[in-house]
């Protein structure tokens, strides 16, 4: 594919003030030791480790990151400004009720939030990128504790290990063709075949291909003709430094618009809709 499409310098400045806010919330957590017990549940029930601790939120600092991405939001994209003081107004009144908000949004519970925003009549989209961004350096923060210690050999799921979400993208690592999916909320990584469609675990290389654009060795986007999704994968062997995935994400759009436009879909999640006017 030719590379047509160029991102507005606009939106990557929104990513990098949003991911300077992540890095205001990072924090060294005492450390976790998960018992053979809780890892081999883990496994057996494929649920993620942040099950095994008590993953708690701090509604103070929960009220403050909060803030902080609402305010970016509204620096970066004016127009949103009056979606988010209703935002604001409905969730941050009541810490408690924020917390616990950041918490169902945590563990995926989708009923409850669709039935929040039916019922307070919210923007969904926005809620989702703000409570996104403001549980993901928390999240971060517990998955850095417990790095190591899911069975990375025997964990071969399509979501994350430590906390259930799904990966935002992928990585040849270099490492003897190791291919690892990355976390898109808390950045683990873990490894994942070479071949195989991390939405239909469709394992047939006669339906796998990939999509890349000219001159890019770094980029590219994997493929499934069986279920029509796609990954967006950096070849790290090409790349000297690790990437905040984050703002890959973000500085790969294009990649996006590309497979979209070729019949994929990215379906990372009912819930993270990023905003790309
Ligand atoms: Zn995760
Ligand atoms: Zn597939």
Excluded at 6 to 18: D, K, M, Q
Excluded at 43 to 63: D, I, M, S, T, Y
């Amino acid at each position: 594919l030719a590379k047509s499409i160029e991102i507005p310098a606009g939106v990557i400045g929104l990513y990098e003030a949003l991911a300077e806010v992540h890095g205001k919330y990072r924090e060294e957590l005492r450390p976790v030791k998960l018992t053979r017990r809780d890892k081999d549940t883990s496994l057996a029930q494929k649920a993620p480790l942040l099950n095994f601790v008590a993953f708690q939120l701090e509604v103070e600092k929960v009220r403050q990151a909060f803030g902080e991405v609402c305010e970016v939001l509204a620096q970066h994209r004016p127009k949103l400004k009056r979606a988010l003081i209703k935002l604001q107004k409905t969730v941050a009144g009541d810490e408690r009720l924020l917390k616990s908000l950041v918490e169902k949004f945590v563990w995926q519970d989708n009923n409850y939030m669709a039935g929040f925003v039916a019922k307070n009549k919210v923007n969904g989209e926005l809620l989702a990128l703000t409570l996104f961004n403001t549980s993901k350096p928390f999240v971060a923060n517990y998955a850095r504790v417990l790095e190591g210690q899911f069975r990375d050999d025997l964990w071969r799921e399509n979501f994350c290990p430590v906390c259930g979400w799904k990966p935002v993208m992928a990585a040849n690592t270099g490492e003897s063709r190791r291919r690892v999916l990355h976390c898109a909320l808390c950045d683990t990584e873990w490894s994942f075949k070479n071949l195989e469609c991390p939405h239909c675990l469709n394992e047939d290389h006669e339906t796998l291909g990939y999509l890349t654009v000219e001159d890019d060795e770094v980029y590219r986007v994997n493929i499934c003709e069986k279920c029509k999704g796609y990954i967006k994968s950096v070849n790290e062997e090409n790349l000297f430094t690790r990437e905040n995935f984050f703002l890959t994400d973000i500085k790969t759009l294009h990649l996006d618009l590309l497979a979209q436009r070729e019949g994929y879909c990215r379906e990372v999640s009912n819930w993270i809709t990023k905003d790309k006017n």
